[in-house]
Nanobody, 129 residues
Framework: QVQLVESGGGLVQAGGSLRLSCAAS????????MGWFRQAPGKEREFVSA????????SYADSVKDRFTISKDNAKNTVYLQMTSLKPEDTAVYYC??????????????????????WGQGTQVTVSS
């Protein structure tokens, strides 16, 4: 079992940048595929980005492609989401999610929230115009 703790959220002006971190407990983080999701007020949770257990495969929602970068440091048990050129519509609570992919291909990740069974508590990102 793994516990996930997000950090790095905050208030930023449009066009600015933030880096979110998600620290994982446990000794098997290198076996975990990870994802970032977000939920804005009154909206459903949506996929943002995902990364395979090795970090070699990634995926992005069209709305964040070329602006956000996901990365995974297995030595530090941490997954990051570097966000640049932020827009007011990026305002949301951002959640980190994980799935033990030990028995899945190295390239495996999920873009669906149902593909993850571990979730962090979320971190607020607010982008002002």
């Amino acid at each position: 079992q793994v516990q996930l703790v997000e950090s790095g959220g905050g208030l930023v002006q449009a066009g600015g940048s933030l880096r979110l971190s998600c620290a994982a407990s446990g000794r098997t983080f290198s076996s975990y595929a990870m994802g970032w999701f977000r939920q804005a007020p009154g909206k459903e949770r949506e996929f943002v980005s995902a990364i395979s257990k090795s970090g070699g495969s990634t995926s992005y929602a069209d709305s964040v492609k070329d602006r956000f970068t996901i990365s995974k440091d297995n030595a530090k048990n941490t997954v990051y989401l570097q966000m640049t050129s932020l827009k007011p519509e990026d305002t949301a609570v951002y959640y980190c999610a994980g799935k033990n992919a030990a028995f899945f291909p190295n390239s495996y990740y999920s873009t669906s929230s149902t593909g993850y069974n571990y979730w962090g508590q979320g971190t607020q990102v607010t982008v002002s115009s």
